[in-house]
């Protein structure tokens, strides 16, 4: 098992003596393949057991994290990002957020030698986390966790060194794909779409619908199927998770032209779907979709897709096209999502 790992588990915050003791197991456990095997079995039977008791349901984190890093040493980082991924949700839900930065930190030990650009992601909002969790602590006169806190966040921000010097090193001129060849897969994990499903809705005595606000489970999906084409889904913000709020305006777009097949850090192409979040306040960098006012073309679609910037709407394109003026258009949604054919 990584070294990482073992320091992460270390720094699980629990006062569950037995779940202590698991985590002390599992990381003596992973050191041959046979034991990993039995210890990941054992896990999702404790996760089980856990999330069928209300007194023990908060260990349930715990275990997807202990099973998500059984998994990478066992070599199976697909699985080892998905379990990261719902040990980050529910640490996240239950709003303990210095088990969720551990959490985020131990994901990007799982992109790491695959992904450096996602696993910098990672380590960057791990950094940010841990070091919102210094501040609050200097706040409240917990100098201990201050201190603790900023020696982590400082041990991170090398890690983050080290992979940008890798991803430098990686894109330099001989290694770089061509743009002319077929970019519709990128260079990142794909990612999956988060959305709660709540109770039935009621009818009330005089016949209206009264929705209820109470969520029941949640549903999460990493591909879809357009015009019977399989597409993956690909997140434009940090993570590989896209939660869907209650209540959001959400909608699919279809991409058309290549002003924006360059764009960072999931290119947008013809044949693209794009997931736009109607509600979100747009922000400078974020990538939007906007409605020219008044179109070229009577006859042409008034929709445009853009990074959103002081200057104006700009392209990312391997064509020369000049930014849309801000006064010619306006916003209408910010994509957060890309959703790429699947190859054949």
């Not at 950094?127 to 210094?134: G, Q, R, S």
Request: aromatic residues 10%.
């Amino acid at each position: 098992m990584s070294d990482e790992f073992q320091e992460i588990l270390l720094y699980l915050d629990t006062e569950d003596t037995a779940l202590q003791g698991l985590t002390k197991r599992i990381i003596a456990l992973c050191t041959s393949t046979n034991e990993t095997e039995e210890a990941i079995i054992e896990l999702i039977q404790k996760t089980d057991d856990y999330g069928n008791d209300v007194r023990t349901c908060e260990n349930v984190p715990f275990c997807n994290l202990l099973i998500s890093f059984a998994y990478w040493h066992w070599g199976d980082q697909t699985s080892a990002s998905k379990y990261a991924d719902e040990a980050d949700t529910q640490f996240n839900r239950c709003g303990n957020q210095w088990n969720r930065a551990l959490t985020i930190w131990g994901k990007a030990v799982v992109y790491r030698d695959s992904f450096i650009e996602q696993a910098i992601t990672e380590y960057k909002s791990a950094h940010k986390l841990f070091n919102a969790i210094a501040n609050n602590a200097n706040f409240k006169g917990f100098h201990d966790r201050y201190n603790f806190s900023k020696k982590i966040s400082a041990q991170i921000n090398e890690k983050i060194k080290e992979l940008e010097k890798r991803s430098v090193i990686s894109q330099s001129p001989a290694s770089i794909s061509n743009v002319n060849q077929k970019k519709n897969q990128p260079h990142l994990p794909s990612a999956r779409i988060v959305y709660g499903v709540y109770d039935i809705a009621h009818a009330s005595a005089n016949g209206v619908y009264v929705m209820d606000d109470e969520q029941i489970c949640e549903i999460s999906i990493d591909s879809i199927e357009f015009d019977e084409v399989t597409h993956k889904v690909f997140n434009l913000r940090e993570g590989n998770q896209i939660v869907l709020g209650s209540g959001g305006n959400y909608r699919w777009l279809k991409v058309a032209g290549n002003s924006m097949n360059m764009a960072k850090p999931v290119s947008i192409e013809p044949e693209d779907f794009v997931l736009v979040d109607v509600n979100q306040a747009p922000e400078a960098g974020n990538i939007v979709f906007a409605r020219l006012k008044t179109p070229p073309i009577p006859a042409e679609r008034a929709g445009v897709i853009k990074r959103y910037s002081s200057n104006g709407f700009e392209s990312e394109s391997t064509e020369s096209i000049n930014p849309i003026p801000l006064k010619v258009a306006e916003i209408r949604g910010v994509v957060i999502a890309v959703a790429k054919p699947t190859k054949e």
